[in-house]
């Protein structure tokens, strides 16, 4: 389709252990976004790329958490040294330019769950 | 810093029902506003928007009115249908680059 794809869907993990969330946009969207959603609330923003470069990354909530995108499309979200509370729903975001347009499009999310 | 509000769901309805779903929000200067909504199993979609004050954003038979005065963008729909329930998200543009602050959603169930 042509849609936001985010694999995998699901995934449960031990923790302290590595996770690699993907995330592959609309094609030729130049603007990135991942969320997070936990249980029960809305997303909450964790970094933005324009092209290949993270142009605000203030959501990440600490270094266990960073996010590449190194050909302007693919994104992938890495998590080290998982925590129980790293459980939640990641959410990708692509749109077709970094303006205040509002309209971003949305893949179906990678479930995470830390054991 | 910037924040939304949202009222609890969920919100159960019979089909004809008149919706409202209340949304209020904190911000520095006059962002845009939007509405997104979640259907089962899908990601989430933009429903409307409004960009300046006064505006009224509509789609789908529903509507929202940005009002400064109150800092409200409050969700109606005069007759809901089976097919509206979903979970409902009040959003707020901050940054410039489509940095969404959204609300903790509000769950609709609509019953024939």
């Known amino acids: 389709g042509a849609g936001v794809s985010q694999t995998p869907s699901n995934k449960v993990t031990e923790k302290g252990k590595y996770v690699e969330l993907r995330c592959d946009p609309i094609?030729?969207?130049?603007?990135l976004y991942w969320y997070r959603q936990s249980l029960g609330q809305g997303p909450e923003f964790l970094i933005y790329?324009?092209?290949?470069?993270?142009?605000?990354d203030s959501g990440l909530p600490n270094d266990r958490f960073f996010a590449v995108r190194p050909e302007g499309s693919v994104s992938t979200l890495k998590i080290q040294r998982t925590e129980r509370g790293d459980s939640a729903v990641y959410l990708c975001?692509?749109?077709?330019?970094?303006?205040?347009?509002?309209?971003?499009?949305f893949g179906e999310g990678s479930r995470l769950t830390v054991l | 810093g910037d924040s939304v509000t949202q009222m609890e769901g969920p919100v159960t309805l019979s089909e004809e029902a008149f919706l409202t779903i209340n949304c209020t929000y904190t911000a520095t200067g006059y962002p845009s506003l939007f509405w997104y909504v979640q259907y089962p199993g899908e990601g989430l979609q933009l429903l409307l928007k409004?960009?300046?004050?006064?505006d009224k954003g509509s789609n789908k038979g529903f509507e929202a009115t940005y009002r400064k005065e109150t800092t409200s963008f409050h969700l109606e729909k005069g007759s809901v249908q089976v097919s509206d329930s979903a979970v409902y998200f009040c959003?707020?543009?901050?940054?410039?680059?489509?940095?969404?602050?959204f609300g903790a959603g509000t769950r609709l169930a609509v019953h024939p």
């Open positions: 790329f324009q092209g290949t470069g993270a142009a605000d």
């Open positions: 959003a707020l543009e901050s940054g410039g680059y489509n940095k969404l602050i």
């Open positions: 975001a692509s749109s077709s330019s970094g303006g205040a347009s509002g309209e971003l499009f």
């Open positions: 409004a960009t300046k004050a006064d």
């Open positions: 094609s030729g969207h130049t603007a």
